[in-house]
């Protein structure tokens, strides 16, 4: 085990495979503990909400199964590299709408959960890719390149813009040294009428 606390949390997220290996190890580079062993847990993800439910248990699995299964899955877009406030560079989900809509179902369904608990006040749904600041170290190595939102961008030229078709919300458990799927969650497979 790394040092790191034994705590952890779940997260309903929608994954986006195509930037797993990206994002899998730029995550490697920062803290290896982070990267999970389970090989259908997708790093690459749009959070819906986080933190979860604790230990949610089948009546939770159930409720969040039956308010997706009415979600039509739809084509989605990731392909603008941009910053938040904090410095957190990430990628723009388009259409926004579907994904902040995702947020507000399984929100009002657990309103003891706010997401993120309600740190931020409204939610813009994202892909996380890095922090702006000094890049990634190793012990007893010097700071790395600067991160910059066109450093990164720069790193996913030619792999940018991302298609993916949302089918799914996948119940993950993130924990050092613990992270891994527990569970998925199909969206409607046509439009729901």
């Known amino acids: 085990m790394s040092g790191h606390p034994t705590s952890g949390h779940t997260v309903l997220a929608v994954p986006v495979p195509a930037l797993d290996d990206w994002v899998r190890a730029r995550t490697h580079e920062y803290d290896p503990a982070w990267v999970s062993s389970d090989p259908a847990f997708v790093h690459a993800h749009v959070t819906v909400l986080a933190p979860w439910v604790p230990a949610p248990d089948d009546a939770d699995l159930g409720r969040v199964a039956a308010l997706l299964a009415a979600v039509p899955a739809f084509e989605a877009r990731l392909g603008e590299v941009d910053v938040f406030p904090n410095g957190l560079v990430h990628l723009r989900p388009e259409p926004h709408g579907w994904f902040a809509a995702l947020t507000?179902?399984?929100?009002?369904?657990?309103?003891?959960?706010?997401?993120?608990?309600?740190?931020?006040?409204?939610?813009?749904?994202?892909?996380?890719?890095?922090?702006?600041?000094?890049?990634?170290?190793?012990?007893?190595?010097?700071?790395?390149?600067?991160?910059?939102?066109?450093?990164?961008?720069?790193?996913?030229?030619?792999?940018?813009?991302?298609?993916?078709?949302?089918?799914?919300?996948?119940l993950q458990w993130w924990q050092a040294d613990g992270c891994r799927l527990l569970h998925s969650f199909p969206l409607a497979a046509e439009a729901v009428a």
């Open 104 to 170: 507000g179902l399984l929100a009002e369904a657990y309103p003891q959960h706010p997401p993120y608990e309600g740190r931020y006040g409204a939610v813009e749904p994202h892909l996380s890719l890095d922090q702006v600041g000094p890049g990634p170290t190793r012990v007893g190595q010097q700071v790395g390149q600067r991160v910059t939102v066109g450093s990164v961008a720069g790193d996913l030229s030619g792999r940018l813009p991302v298609r993916t078709r949302v089918d799914r919300v996948d």
